[in-house]
DNA sequence: ATTCTAATTGATAATAATTATTGTTAGCGG
DNA sequence: CCGCTAACAATAATTATTATCAATTAGAAT
């Protein structure tokens, strides 16, 4: 059975206030603030299983480790190819895709990511 | 300048060739056989120069090393969370997509790709 | 064709990211 | 409150990737 660890609540909870979809690092150095003797693997292990239970979402992306994403309403994102900054990307999710490989393939498909790449604003400027 | 090593040609070459999406190491192993001194160094370092030039495609997914797919024509993924195994998913790419983050965001949008995760076929028996 | 030289290579070391192991601790049902 | 077991901390091990650097070599210049 689930147990409800005060590490895990300590976890879920620095990931919800964190803004910039943080690495499981990030992670682990926000909540060495609330709580000094947590460990690195018990990070990891939590975020895998509140990404797996929906309480959170994994998002992957170019050249960076894992990074996680407490926002509820599913969105995509943008990956700058020169800063490497992330940023949110809101158009309302799209469902006919998940539909639309579901028939073409058979998949039983639960849902998918976009990762948009190119330059943001500030990296456009003087080129 | 850009020079033309028989490396190149044969990491090149071993991409083409190999159909599921190879990792660095894949094609390390694969290369190793037509050129056995080749190093892990070179595979990788010229992986992402054919990346970058376009020769080749980096394919990123969850839970997995870098992927790289020498298919010319865009196309997208999907993901066994089960399995693992990784599928390509031809539905056309939407270049309305693109249109439509550079729009909302001022991004300077090249491309997106999409990975749609779920259970594939092989997974969903038995359930 | 020979020489030059800067790009590229191979080998290996270093780093980064993640997972596994092992012994300890603490939620929760009884 | 007790005991069982899931979850824990600490750390070792593994995996993935990048950096370093002397040696090599493709392509340009002679």
């Given at each position: 059975?689930?147990?409800d660890t005060i590490q895990r609540r300590i976890i879920a909870g620095a990931v919800r206030r964190m803004r910039r979809h943080p690495t499981a690092e990030d992670v682990y150095v926000e909540v060495q603030k609330e709580h000094h003797s947590i460990s690195k693997a018990t990070v990891y292990r939590n975020l895998h299983e509140l990404a797996e239970e929906g309480e959170i979402?994994?998002?992957?992306?170019?050249d960076s480790p894992e990074r996680f994403d407490a926002r509820t309403p599913h969105h995509y994102h943008f990956r700058c190819r020169r800063c490497g900054?992330?940023?949110?990307v809101d158009m309302g999710y799209l469902p006919g895709l998940?539909?639309?490989a579901a028939d073409m393939y058979g998949f039983r498909v639960d849902d998918h990511d976009i990762v948009f790449q190119g330059r943001c604003p500030a990296c456009q400027e003087g080129e």
């Open positions: 059975m689930k147990r979402r994994a998002v992957f992306l170019p900054e992330v940023f949110d998940d539909k639309a």
